[in-house]
């Protein structure tokens, strides 16, 4: 009992190349490569879209300098520009 031995696993193989056949074997496997590339291809851009674009800091007018002025709004409306 114990561990399969490679006999076990030839016939194993063989059966299953008998029930499903070589053409369905090879779509799986081209199938299931082009859904792991796929991922990783998505995953590469979720990383990339992370990071912030590298622009310099927003300049301060000089009158806002040390002011301490607080400026109070409210946004009404959301548009894209």
Do not use: Y
């Not at 291809?41 to 300098?65: F, I």
């Amino acid at each position: 009992m114990g561990s399969f031995s490679i006999w076990h696993w030839l016939i194993v193989l063989i059966i299953i190349l008998l029930v499903f056949g070589t053409k369905k074997l090879r779509n799986l496997g081209s199938d299931l490569g082009g859904a792991v590339k796929g991922f990783k291809d998505g995953m590469r851009d979720a990383v990339a879209d992370d990071k912030p674009a590298e622009s310099p800091p927003p300049a301060v007018p000089p009158a806002q300098v040390g002011s301490g002025q607080t400026i109070e709004g409210e946004i009404r409306e959301r548009t894209k520009t």
